[in-house]
């Protein structure tokens, strides 16, 4: 198991993937910030940041279709919190639906709140998956830190980060070696009870714990030996350049823009 | 100093808190520019030495290190001039990138920022890592990882390297790679190994261990002699 491989970062040569990793995540943050601020039934707001955003992702050589695909992975959870959105009294009632011992009635308004939220959910799913295309985890985070987020949480996620994947292989190292004796001879059913298998998994979870407590023991040693002295220093982030500024200006002024005439107009 | 030991560890023994003791009266001098051997069964207390040499442990009996005697005051002038290069770089990686890690020991050692970049690019391409500075340890491969865990203390110019099986795991190409990069650089060494062919390529002196205790100390040139 590869679990770095999640993500979905390439690393590529792009305007987009040169930007300052701070300036990305505020226009993300930024981006979201205006999807949630355009009022429900503003179509044509949408689509202008739909399409926004996929000269963006042309920009960073990143196909839409795959940052499409991701962003289905987490819309049934947007789809659960915006199911109640669905009942209000007000507008016209389109249906009537029994629910269990209510009935249930959706109207237009309701109807129409619904489908925006929809959208405005799937659209700020498509910033943060693009986000995360075109900037790898550590510089999202270095990042956080750039902007005011306590160090002492950043070095704690980039560890997490770090040492994720070489967890996952020595869990499925364990589950190998499980497997590899777990035989049955010819004709005797031995699968053992749930209460045993129950146990045997207990015993491996506690492994792993005390694996990963060692671990932990031996990474402070290494930063003791290397003069940690209890505070984390890192590298200075660089200086932003005026190019990277005017264009995430630039962005975030078509953004505006679209937000301002949406709750103006439409 | 003197007579030039750069390593001087006199009656030091140490006891785990779980009572197993893995060091007793260790006595050994190490000579400027001098690459030691540590031989010994599993258990034998290599690794507990290294650990004595810049304080991650410390049990009874004096650890002197360039002079210095190794004590609460000057331990981080000490952990400064040895390298410390542990078995697993999965522990001594623990940077979300290279450039991260190999600049870690100058960063804390309080250097100015350029100072850093310089020592760390010097470090890296004195383990022909250049252009790794961007690429996150967990897609790295085992040899790889070792160079740059090499990188990591190497940049913090230390007058001393300690390394932990050092070459534990690796393929004969990147063992190759490693016996020449050790054999190039001008350190002194300490090597915890099992692997007596590639201490015999590097070192010049092999002290055996076995249940805490030195058991022999040989001077190796081309046969072995009692040293």
Redo the contacts between chains.
């Keep these: 198991m590869n679990l770095p491989a999640l993500d979905p970062y390439r690393e590529r040569s792009s305007p987009i993937h040169r930007l300052d990793a701070r300036l990305k995540l505020i226009v993300a943050l930024a981006f979201i910030v205006i999807i949630s601020l355009t009022p429900p039934g503003a179509w044509p707001a949408y689509l202008l940041y739909l399409l926004i955003l996929i000269a963006i992702m042309l920009l960073a050589k990143v196909t839409p279709l795959s940052v499409l695909a991701r962003s289905m992975l987490a819309l049934p959870f947007a789809l659960l919190a915006a199911l109640g959105i669905l009942y209000v009294r007000e507008g016209i009632p389109l249906v009537t639906v029994p629910l269990l011992s209510w009935r249930i009635t959706i109207t237009d308004v309701g109807l129409l709140r619904f489908a925006s939220l929809m959208v405005k959910a799937w659209l700020s799913l498509l910033v943060s998956i693009t986000l995360a295309f075109v900037t790898p985890f550590w510089e999202i985070v270095r990042a956080m830190q750039g902007l005011g987020v306590p160090r002492m949480l950043t070095v704690v996620i980039l560890l997490m980060h770090r040492y994720l994947g070489v967890l996952a292989d020595e869990a499925q190292r364990l589950m190998r070696a499980r497997e590899a004796r777990s035989a049955e001879l010819v004709g005797i059913k031995s699968r053992g009870s749930l209460r045993w298998r129950a146990e045997v998994t207990g015993r491996m979870i506690g492994t792993l714990f005390l694996r990963t407590y060692e671990r932990s023991e031996r990474v402070y040693n290494a930063m003791l030996a290397r003069g940690f002295a209890g505070e984390v220093r890192t590298l200075r982030n660089p200086e932003l350049s005026a190019r990277d500024l005017a264009f995430a200006g630039l962005v975030l002024s078509a953004l505006m823009s679209v937000v301002v005439i949406a709750r103006c107009y439409w | 100093m003197h007579d030039g030991h750069i390593v001087e560890l006199e009656n030091v023994s140490f006891t785990y808190p779980g009572g197993q003791q893995a060091l007793s009266n260790v006595t050994l001098s190490v000579v400027t520019g001098e690459k030691v051997a540590l031989v010994g069964p599993n258990g034998a207390g290599k690794s507990t030495l290294l650990?004595q040499l810049?304080g991650?442990l410390r049990g009874q009996g004096k650890v002197r290190i360039a002079g210095l005697e190794l004590n609460e005051h000057n331990i981080?002038i000490i952990?400064?001039k040895?390298g410390?290069v542990?078995q697993?770089p999965?522990?001594?990686l623990?940077?979300?990138?290279v450039?991260?890690d190999v600049?870690?020991?100058p960063?804390?050692?309080g250097l100015p920022?350029e100072e850093?970049?310089a020592r760390s690019a010097r470090a890296l391409e004195q383990v022909q890592m250049t252009g790794y500075e961007?690429r996150?340890?967990?897609?790295l491969s085992l040899g790889e990882k070792k160079r740059i865990a090499i990188a990591?203390?190497l940049s913090?110019q230390p007058d001393i390297l300690a390394l932990d099986e050092p070459s534990a795991g690796l393929d004969p190409e990147a063992r190759q790679h490693l016996l020449a990069l050790l054999k190039s650089l001008p350190q002194t060494m300490l090597i915890a190994s099992h692997d007596l062919a590639f201490v015999r390529e590097v070192c010049t002196r092999i002290v055996t261990l076995d249940a805490g205790r030195i058991t022999r100390n040989l001077t190796w040139t081309g046969s072995l002699e009692q040293g």
Excluded: C, K, W, Y
């Design positions: 650990l810049n991650i981080r952990r400064g040895v410390l542990f697993d999965d522990d001594q623990f940077s979300p990138t450039l991260d600049a870690f020991g960063l804390h050692m920022e850093v970049l961007r996150i340890p967990h897609h990591t203390v913090m």
